[in-house]
């Protein structure tokens, strides 16, 4: 009898793999390079007591800490080991993220993932691998985009360390980062991928400002630069999102009858007609500045999934803001035990 259990176990998992192969085979994947990266990584300590590890770095090293500390005891988000060892990405992007959109409608391709549900984008730690899975979407006709990661959330599974690229950011910037990621190994909610980015921005934005005032003081020229990079990432971002819906309006007007070339001509030119508007924008920061020219000067206009990167990380955020100021007095460690408890 026990053999026959084990013999319909063996065969019910070889089924399970043929059936599955290739989702099977990009866990693998990505398992390896997540892996690699934690296994080469190097704790603090080693970082901190080596001589030949600029002091500039060093002390990015230490404010890293110092945010973790501050979000766990102030913002209420949950304890963890990440964020104790560095991984030296010796100046090159490790993780290449895809997306994919219908090119005439802003319905995101979606992949479906064992345990954690689903999620409009998919992660790789080869980049020939990322542009191959690009490839083979663009040639389904689906828009599609690629882009690299300075940071991610393993949401526990492993002990995340701190990707040494980040340590070159702004302070604000690095503090925001490392706030956003602790919020999704503290709220996750399955299938909702665009809720919990919006959190973890939200939480993200407001956290960094609240470290920062607790370091340098409310009034400090810390806290005033980094409101004005919030300030500038606002009214880029509303831009992109107004062109969004611009974008939605157009898809839903096409008649049915109406030619392909026709939809990519109109389509084009609405794209353009909202970057080149971005001139309008009152920017104050040389970093949006920056990120404005660099759309500006592409050779070809961005598609869907430029645009559909702002609704999945930042639509929802003035509601959540509401929420937060109006019902919790804009205390964040309130309103995550309120998240923590509503989304258990």
């Known amino acids: 009898m026990m053999k026959k259990i084990i013999v319909g176990l063996v065969v019910g998992v070889v089924i399970l793999l043929i059936w599955q192969q290739e989702l099977v085979s990009y866990g693998i994947m990505q398992a390896k390079g997540q892996i690699k990266v934690i296994w080469n990584a190097r704790p603090i300590d080693d970082l901190l007591a080596d001589s030949q590890v600029p002091d500039s770095l060093k002390q990015k090293i230490r404010l890293v800490q110092e945010v973790k500390q501050f979000a766990i005891d102030s913002l209420g988000v949950n304890d963890s080991d990440s964020y104790g060892s560095v991984y030296d990405q010796k100046g090159k992007p490790i993780l290449w993220v895809i997306t994919a959109t219908e090119p005439f ?113 409310a009034e400090s020229s810390e806290v005033k630069q980094y409101q004005y990079y919030l300030q500038d990432r606002a009214k880029y971002t509303n831009h992109m999102l107004r062109g969004t819906n611009q974008l939605d309006s157009l898809y839903q007007s096409f008649p049915e009858d109406l030619t392909m070339e026709v939809k990519r001509n109109e389509k084009e030119k609405l794209i353009r007609e909202i970057v080149a508007t971005t001139d309008t924008l009152n920017l104050k920061t040389s970093q949006y500045q920056k990120v404005k020219n660099r759309i500006k000067s592409r050779k070809e206009p961005p598609n869907n999934t430029f645009f559909k990167s702002y609704v999945r990380y930042r639509k929802n955020l003035d509601d959540l803001k509401i929420e937060l100021d109006n019902q919790f007095d804009g205390d964040i460690a309130r309103y995550l035990a309120y998240l923590k408890e509503k989304y258990d």
């Not at 391709?109 to 080869?126: A, C, D, N, Q, V």
């Not at 302070?171 to 709220?187: F, K, M, P």
């Not at 991928?193 to 609240?210: C, F, K, R």
């Open 105 to 217: 409608s802003l319905e995101d391709r979606k992949w479906k993932f064992p345990l954690l549900g689903t999620f409009s984008y998919k992660g790789f730690f080869e980049h020939e691998k990322a542009l191959k899975e690009k490839k083979e979407l663009a040639e389904q006709g689906l828009d599609t985009g690629i882009r690299t990661v300075s940071a991610w959330s393993t949401l526990g599974f492993f002990d995340d360390p701190i990707l040494s690229q980040l340590l070159f950011r702004s302070d604000g910037q690095v503090a925001n980062t490392i706030v956003h990621e602790l919020t999704h190994g503290t709220i996750f909610v399955k299938d909702s991928l665009q809720l919990n980015e919006n959190i973890a921005s939200l939480i993200g934005d407001e956290g960094a400002t609240a470290f920062l005032a607790h370091k340098h003081g």
